[in-house]
């Protein structure tokens, strides 16, 4: 690591007012058990970690992406708790929560300062595990998310210079709402790994769905069948996220980690490990490192077994992103289970591993057409390679 700038975390107590309130999956109970584990194994202290909490962004800057239309709306459910199911707002999965608009702007401005300052080299890396809100559409809340914070940040970053931006969304649903802001921008990649839209919400996101006129092969989609564990899913990031993203060579490697690509899952059906989840993003980082000088901007995302999956596979994300990995075998502090079991009355996991190997065997060493994960990564490969300049077979 050659940089001596700090990683950025974005946090606050006032971020856990991103809330859809009592019984809802989208809880920030999630946020709060992560940061406070992370905090348990000393990862947020230390002259290399900055954290810092963030404003709410203004009108201007949630309208370089969103229908000013659609911010008004906001603004109004969140004054007075009005639904405005034109906008998507009040709906189950989006229902007014108080104070809807500041905290959603909050968790935007977070992504965006950070993206800045990774571009401006005051941060070596940055993570805002409040964010990676990838369903929000230019026009509506949709599936827990009211702002695109991901894609503000992009545009963010594509208006202070930087000529080309990849996102990697490895959450369990298709990150739909980055996809659409970015279909016909040539400047940014979007890659989404997800539980196939046949059996899981968005719907979308499939091998075909491959970007617009003149940003061909700038969408890529790898719709997984459901029951992808450990050496599926690892195997398809493998076999296809370098390749693009290498060919892509963006200046800003912009990631979004939702864990809700886990077994324990409540809403979904991969059966992913937090092994198979740390792994993921010690290549994302690599990756990073490697095409683009550093500069990462590490998002956190869906996630919904809110004791004990979230916080141990954010804390991953973050002792991965602030250089101090967390050991698997690495027991879970005794102070953090205490306020588990205070405030559930159970136990909570009691080390940083669910005990897998989280190996895959490469692409390079052959496919099986008769394997419905191998099929899926050769229709993404198919799908975008040779718009990239890539062979589908060979690269
Ligand atoms: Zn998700
Ligand atoms: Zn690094």
């Known amino acids: 690591m050659t940089s001596s700038a700090p990683v950025r975390v974005v946090w606050s107590r006032e971020m856990l007012a991103y809330d859809f309130g009592h019984g809802h999956p989208m809880t920030s109970e999630r946020l709060d058990l992560t940061i406070r584990l992370a905090e348990a194994l000393g990862l947020l202290t230390g002259p290399d970690v900055e954290l810092v909490g963030a404003q709410e962004a203004s009108d201007e800057l949630l309208q370089t992406v969103h229908d000013p239309a659609y911010v008004a709306a906001v603004h109004r459910a969140s004054a007075d708790g009005t639904p405005d199911l034109s906008f998507g707002l009040g709906s189950n999965d989006d229902p007014v929560f108080p104070h809807m608009h500041e905290a959603s702007a909050m968790v935007v401005q977070g992504s965006v300062d950070s993206a800045l300052a990774v571009w401006e080299g005051r941060a070596e890396h940055a993570v805002n595990v409040t964010g990676g809100l990838h369903h929000a559409m230019r026009s509506s809340a949709s599936g827990f998310c009211v702002y695109n914070d991901a894609a503000v940040a992009i545009v963010a970053l594509l208006d202070a210079g930087a000529q080309r931006v990849a996102y990697v969304d490895i959450d369990a ?152 990995p967390v050991d698997p075998s690495t027991e879970v502090p005794d102070e953090w289970r205490s306020l588990v079991r205070e405030r559930y009355g159970r136990l909570g996991p009691d080390r940083m591993t669910d005990d897998r190997e989280a190996r895959f065997s490469p692409w390079a060493s052959g496919y099986d057409p008769g394997d419905d994960v191998d099929r899926a990564i050769r229709a993404t490969r198919a799908a975008v390679f040779p718009s990239l300049g890539l062979d589908p077979d060979h690269d």
């Open 173 to 324: 649903h298709h990150g739909d709402g980055v996809q659409a802001v970015f279909w016909d921008d040539p400047r940014v990649l979007t890659v989404s790994l997800h539980e196939t839209g046949h059996a899981l919400f968005p719907g979308t996101g499939h091998a075909r769905e491959a970007g617009g006129l003149g940003a061909e092969g700038t969408a890529v989609n790898v719709a997984l069948p459901s029951g992808t564990g450990d050496a599926g899913w690892l195997r398809a990031i493998d076999a296809v996220v370098p390749a693009v993203v290498r060919e892509f060579a963006p200046d800003v490697l912009v990631t979004q980690h939702g864990c809700d690509t886990h077994l324990l899952d409540p809403l979904t059906h991969l059966r992913v490990s937090l092994d198979g989840q740390r792994r993921a993003a010690e290549l994302l980082h690599d990756l990073a490192h490697e095409v683009a000088g550093g500069r990462w901007l590490a998002l956190g995302g869906g996630g919904y077994a809110v004791v004990d999956v979230v916080p141990r596979s954010w804390t991953h994300l973050l002792g991965i992103a602030t250089h101090h």
